[in-house]
């Protein structure tokens, strides 16, 4: 147990507490204000008006033009699922696809399948050392019959931003008729996110990102593109997505999207030094360690580090064992011992490879518990270092 004998939360990017305002805002939904938006009366009516002010708040959030630009889901699997599988549908004729290698599972899986189930074509444009998007590959990949181009915002597991104007811009540029999602989980909340200049076509958002609660998510479609519904049924979200509304979680996540914006200064400053000070303070303590993506830009609260010949998971459990919260690659992969499909794209030598960890700090860290992980870090890598077999 670590002394504050509470968890040291470093990992924000896995998720994030639910904002102590946004439940109380979120609470009469689960209570009191149980109707339905769908029903005709006036209490199921002011529940539609609830929900209405929510889609206002995230289409201010993201600087949509309109509010009807915003389709309420379940999460941001289901928001890229729904933009990609919608996109292609109303398009059947072409089939070539391009995204990244560095993509999160619920992109980079869904290509695969389409290439294997569907017959489609699918570029994964590579990165750099540090992370950063090879544009020259991407402007030759891009075809007459390039349907799509899928791009992270900002990436999961290294924090590394992609010039996602430029690469819009690009893409335009080289076909009119392609079009552009983005994934911009891990930036929104972290960066300035702006839509209104229409480059991006299509975006998914994920409210346990930024302080709502698990279960509830967004997809943004332009106007004038028609979206195919994933789920047929009720004419709910405008026909777009069918099913009774989960408007808890609709409210909440309209209450964060604000918090975000308004927290966005304190992320920039305040997170970012916290971050800093971990990742200086460890590869200034700990020999053999390297910061992946460090030279080039990225979120300000994450930071992925490598320990030479140290095993990543066995780190974790040391951190665990003191209530220290960290992650080895994404959350989504840490159950499987494959090293990170992330670093292996940058080409981390394999050395490195399997012993990295991603510290993702936020609203709620402060600098006591900086100073505590630095104290121990260096404690457990020596540990480690010890019973490791490559290490002199
Ligand atoms: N995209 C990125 C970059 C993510 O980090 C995640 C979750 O970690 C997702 C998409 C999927 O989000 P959700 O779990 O809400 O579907």
Redesign the pocket.
Known sequence: MNPYEKIIYFDN???TKTDDEVISVMLPFLGEMYGNPSSMHTFGGQVAKDIRKAREQIATALGAVLPSEIVFT???????NMAVRSILESNPEKKHLITTQV?????LNLFKWLERHKNYKVTYIGVDSEGQLNLDELKVSIKEDTILVAC?W???ETGVIFPIKEIGKIIKEKNPNTYFFV?A??AFGKIPVDLSDGIIDLL?I????FHAP?GI?ALYIRNKIKLRPLLIGGHQEKSRRAGTENVAGIVAMGHAAELAVKYLEDENTRVRALRDKLEQGIISKIPYTKINGIGTERVPNTTNISFEYIEGELILLHLSDLNICASSG???TSDTLKPSHVLDAMGVPFSFLHGSIRFSLGRYNNEKEVDYVLEIMPQIIEKLARISPFRK
């Open positions: 990017n896995a998720t379940s999460c941001a699997s289901e928001s890229s993509e999160h599972p619920c992109v992270m900002a990436n999961n994934d989980v891990q998914s994920s409210g346990h990102k698990k998510g994404s959350a989504c």
